[in-house]
Antibody, heavy 115, light 107 residues
Framework: EVQLVQSGAEEREAGQSLKISCQGS????????IGWVRQKPGKGLEWMGI????????RYSPSFQGQVTISADKSTMTAYLQWSSLKASDTAMYYC????????WGPGTLVTVSS | EIVMTQSPATLSVSPGERATLSCRAS??????LAWYQQKPGQAPRLLIY???TRATGIPARFSGSGSGADFTLTISSLQSEDSAVYYC?????????FGPGTKVDIK
């Protein structure tokens, strides 16, 4: 089955670090870009950035550049989104999606950050 | 960064009627525009890409049109299961911005 599987919900305190994951299966993972999208509670979709697992070329939205790090491990067919110091404003659902045009989406990872 | 706007913010339509949603970009996109549907508690689902191409498995009642900076998503005969928020997204440059969404309610 072609799918993206995301890691489970996380709760952290402000200032802590976090790394969430998105694993692809059923297709050639290294050949497709993987993007990350944020959705704050009750709000719209925000495009964060994208990575090509084949060579780890990465592009960030200016709004998220320097705030998060996107990476990928092609040996495990997994993409990652990480924070070095979380803020309460990072509380959101985070989706990974295949390609810039998201033809395949993960179910989302809920990140809750308490202040 | 390209800015996307959508109108109306909310649309209330009776079952069987047509729904027309608009999306406008701050600069020309050629045809590099997608539409998504998102229901509560679910991930978005791709409906349309390249402005007018239906994604796999999408019913024919969904259609997209437009090019340049003005685009339209039409639901020809609204079904109850079409109640959702609809987002447009541009992918003309490397910051793939979304519009703010249009909520479609069933009357």
């Amino acid at each position: 089955e072609v799918q993206l599987v995301q890691s489970g919900a996380e709760e952290r305190e402000a200032g802590q670090s976090l790394k969430i994951s998105c694993q692809g299966s059923g297709y050639r993972f290294v050949n497709y870009w993987i993007g990350w999208v944020r959705q704050k509670p009750g709000k719209g979709l925000e495009w964060m950035g994208i990575i090509y697992p084949g060579d780890s070329e990465t592009r960030y939205s200016p709004s998220f550049q320097g705030q998060v790090t996107i990476s990928a491990d092609k040996s495990t067919m997994t993409a990652y989104l990480q924070w070095s110091s979380l803020k309460a404003s990072d509380t959101a659902m985070y989706y990974c999606a295949r390609r810039g045009v998201g033809d395949l989406w993960g179910p989302g990872t809920l990140v809750t950050v308490s202040s | 960064e390209i800015v996307m706007t959508q109108s109306p913010a909310t649309l209330s339509v009776s079952p069987g009627e047509r729904a027309t949603l608009s999306c406008r970009a701050s600069q020309s996109l050629s045809s590099n525009l997608a539409w998504y549907q998102q229901k509560p508690g679910q991930a978005p689902r791709l409906l349309i890409y390249d402005a007018s191409t239906r994604a796999t498995g999408i019913p024919a009642r969904f259609s997209g049109s437009g090019s340049g900076a003005d685009f339209t998503l039409t639901i020809s005969s609204l079904q109850s299961e079409d109640s959702a928020v609809y987002y447009c997204q541009q992918y003309n440059d490397w910051v793939f911005t979304f519009g703010p969404g249009t909520k479609v309610d069933i009357k």
